[in-house]
């Protein structure tokens, strides 16, 4: 969920529209909170990216 907010919100863009504190209010959950869900949800995505074999 936070990694989908994140996207979708612009947290990514060059230019970020949102910030990590404004996200994790929206959510409900401290700043802290967010960026270890955030941590956890883009470890698991980069395990898949390079655990199916996708030479470098």
Same mark, same amino acid.
């Given at each position: 969920?936070?990694?989908?907010?994140?996207?979708?919100?612009?947290?990514?863009? $060059?230019?970020? =529209?949102?910030?990590?504190?404004?996200?994790?209010?929206?959510?409900? @959950?401290? =700043?802290?909170?967010?960026?270890?869900?955030?941590?956890?949800?883009?470890?698991?995505?980069?395990?898949?990216?390079?655990?199916?074999? @996708? $030479?470098d």
């Amino acid at each position: 969920m936070a990694l989908r907010k994140a996207y979708v919100s612009g947290y990514f863009d $060059p230019q970020r =529209r949102a910030s990590g504190s404004e996200l994790a209010a929206s959510m409900g @959950i401290s =700043r802290a909170t967010f960026h270890q869900h955030l941590r956890a949800a883009q470890r698991k995505l980069l395990g898949e990216f390079f655990d199916r074999g @996708i $030479p470098d």
